[in-house]
């Protein structure tokens, strides 16, 4: 029996990540094509400002001005991840992501950047889906 548990916690965990390497991948070309597949439609977005953007079109609409921008071209990679299950349908991911090189604001350049990035995950109609993200740059 305990056996089968772990299994399905690391199935589980698995799928949460899948969600986040979406978002990443999406992150990454700058386009937030697969959306859809991997958010919910009532999607919210805080960014390292602490503004807040609710609801999945609006969300899209954001971040994808932002990568047309000063983020054209900006990828992230993963350097860090650690999932928690709050029920056996939510989980919290804590995420530490390196971001390439850019400028924001003009003439400020942002290099070897570290942002911590906490992504909720829900479980709707068996598909685990991101509902809520927040992203904070690491100063140290």
């Known amino acids: 029996m305990?056996?089968?548990g772990i299994a399905q916690n690391?199935?589980?965990e698995q799928s949460v990540?899948?969600?986040i390497l979406s978002f990443q991948a999406d992150f990454n070309n700058g386009s937030f094509k697969n959306a859809a597949t991997y958010t919910?439609?009532?999607w919210e977005h805080i960014?390292?400002?602490g503004g807040i953007t609710k609801g999945r079109n609006a969300v899209l609409k954001e971040v994808k001005a932002v990568h047309q921008t000063?983020?054209?071209g900006v990828t992230m990679t993963i350097e860090v991840i650690s999932i928690r299950f709050i029920t056996p349908d939510?989980?919290?991911a804590d995420v530490v992501h390196k971001i390439s090189i850019y400028e924001m604001p003009k003439?400020?350049?942002h290099k070897n950047e570290r942002q911590r990035k906490t992504y909720v995950v829900v479980k709707q109609n068996g598909k685990w889906l991101l509902t809520q993200d927040q992203n904070t740059i690491i100063v140290q």
Request: glycine residues 8%; proline residues 4%; positive net charge.
């Open 107 to 109: 003439g400020v350049k």
């Open 17 to 19: 990540n899948e969600v």
């Open 70 to 72: 000063f983020l054209k």
């Open 40 to 42: 919910t439609q009532n």
């Open 2 to 4: 305990a056996f089968a």
């Open 10 to 12: 690391a199935e589980k």
């Open 90 to 92: 939510v989980a919290i």
């Open 47 to 49: 960014n390292p400002g």
